[in-house]
């Protein structure tokens, strides 16, 4: 049997992981406010609130070493059982939380969970530079990237239903078991890498292999020798600095929201539990059409004929002109319906902006080192966001949170600096003389 769509499948698998991720994730934060009950009872909203930045931040962290962890996972084992190992394990962290009963063991079971869960991003990465052509990468990067922004959509109100049926602790058992369904279909589907892979057919093997042109820079038709240096090497790169650094200042504006939306609506707004589940997914729907978006106007402006250097810059611009104001709308909402809004819009700009930023390793390196260097600008990347998490509860005392915002403004300008000035020109690189 051969596929004419079968990267497609793919990242359809990859990005529906990304689903089940944000579900296990945020199940966390959703359910806060009755742990906390239950928890810790004696004590007061802004206590409460920095034993949950706490263990954010150790998830954070966790997070940050797993994504190094797990980029050199993917580039050893490959995508196939790289994915297998990320996804159960986390499944398995996922269902112990059941059995925390404070801080500590919350902050081990997260810690695995944040290990286990940062093997997805490189993992996509790494993915979509094998089973994509340049001009397609944005878009199959908004594919997978929107699946996070769907989990943040779907997760909220599956949690708030559950929540009227079960405890806390079963509705960590029931999310984590769904991580075990998702292997079956990615074990089936995916076989080997696109060069071996039994069901593809020929014209869509040459269509993807032909169309990665970073990774054949002698143009000898073989596509699996183009620039992979060692990592001494590629940390001497400017360029490669610029990944990195774009990504430890726009990655945790997402994380500022995915941590503390519930927090957010709970304190400024009086929000319980099931309030939080149906308003705290609309943010998400900007972030979904935002990935689409980004990805969808990139490969257009590609297929018009413009460079990826051009594509990459115009669309990370926009994204961030696109935040940069709601930053300053949500020092003063009004009301719940107003901030989630704003929300919406400004994770729109961020996903416009993200899934080109994740693509620039493989614009720019072979896909032998993607998986490497996507991983040390994802430990970057949550490192600052663990920073920021840290800050969070001592710059929102009393429920005031225009100082997390305003450094949330400043985050986007320097991720957007960082690409300008550091990747003078996005293109595939060549070993220095």
């Not at 029931?174 to 593809?200: D, R």
């Not at 000898?220 to 650094?245: C, F, M, Q």
């Not at 994740?358 to 040390?376: H, N, R």
């Amino acid at each position: 049997m051969k596929s004419k769509g079968l990267r497609w499948w793919v990242v359809g698998l990859v990005a529906l992981a990304a689903v089940i991720n944000y579900i296990d994730r945020q199940a966390f934060g959703a359910l806060w406010p009755d742990i906390a009950k239950e928890l810790f009872p004696e004590l007061g909203a802004d206590d409460t609130k920095a034993i949950y930045g706490t263990i954010s931040a150790v998830f954070i962290l966790s997070y940050a070493a797993g994504q190094t962890i797990f980029g050199k996972i993917f580039d050893w084992v490959g995508t196939r059982i790289g994915f297998a190992l990320s996804i159960g394990i986390w499944s398995i962290a996922t269902m112990i939380h059941a059995f925390a009963k404070g801080m500590i063991s919350f902050s081990i079971f997260r810690s695995i969970l944040g290990i286990a869960e940062a093997g997805n991003w490189p993992g996509a990465a790494k993915a979509n530079a094998e089973w994509f052509p340049t001009k397609e990468r944005a878009f199959a990067q908004g594919l997978f990237n929107s699946g996070a922004a769907v989990g943040g959509i779907v997760a909220y109100p599956i949690i708030g239903l559950l929540s009227v049926y079960l405890s806390w602790q079963g509705i960590f058992i029931c999310v984590g078991l769904i991580g075990f369904l998702w292997l079956l279909p990615w074990f089936y589907i995916v076989k080997s890498s696109p060069k071996k892979h039994p069901w593809l057919s020929e014209e869509e093997k040459n269509y993807i292999l032909s169309g990665q042109k970073n990774q054949d820079l002698d143009e000898d038709g073989n596509y699996d020798e183009g620039y992979a240096p060692s990592t001494s090497e590629l940390l001497k790169r400017k360029e490669s600095w610029g990944v990195i650094l774009a990504s430890a200042a726009i990655d945790p504006i997402w994380w500022l929201f995915i941590v503390w939306i519930p927090i957010y609506l709970n304190e400024v707004f009086g929000l319980d539990v099931k309030e939080i589940a149906f308003s705290a997914w609309v943010p998400y729907v900007g972030a979904m059409l935002g990935a689409w978006f980004g990805g969808l106007l990139a490969q257009n402006r590609l297929s018009a004929g413009w460079s990826v250097n051009k594509t990459r810059k115009m669309v990370i611009t926009l994204g961030c002109l696109i935040m940069i104001p709601c930053f300053f709308l949500l020092k003063a909402p009004g009301t719940a319906l107003t901030a989630v809004i704003i929300m919406a819009v400004l994770l729109f700009g961020f996903q416009t902006a993200i899934g080109n930023v994740q693509t620039l390793p493989s614009d720019m390196f072979s896909g032998k080192i993607v998986g490497t260097l996507s991983g040390f600008s994802g430990t970057a990347a949550k490192l600052g966001a663990f920073g920021l998490t840290i800050l969070v509860p001592m710059l929102t005392m009393g429920g005031n949170y225009t100082y997390a915002f305003l450094i949330g403004g400043a985050l986007a300008a320097i991720a957007l600096l960082a690409v300008w000035i550091l990747c003078p020109k996005i293109e595939p690189l060549k070993p220095k003389q």
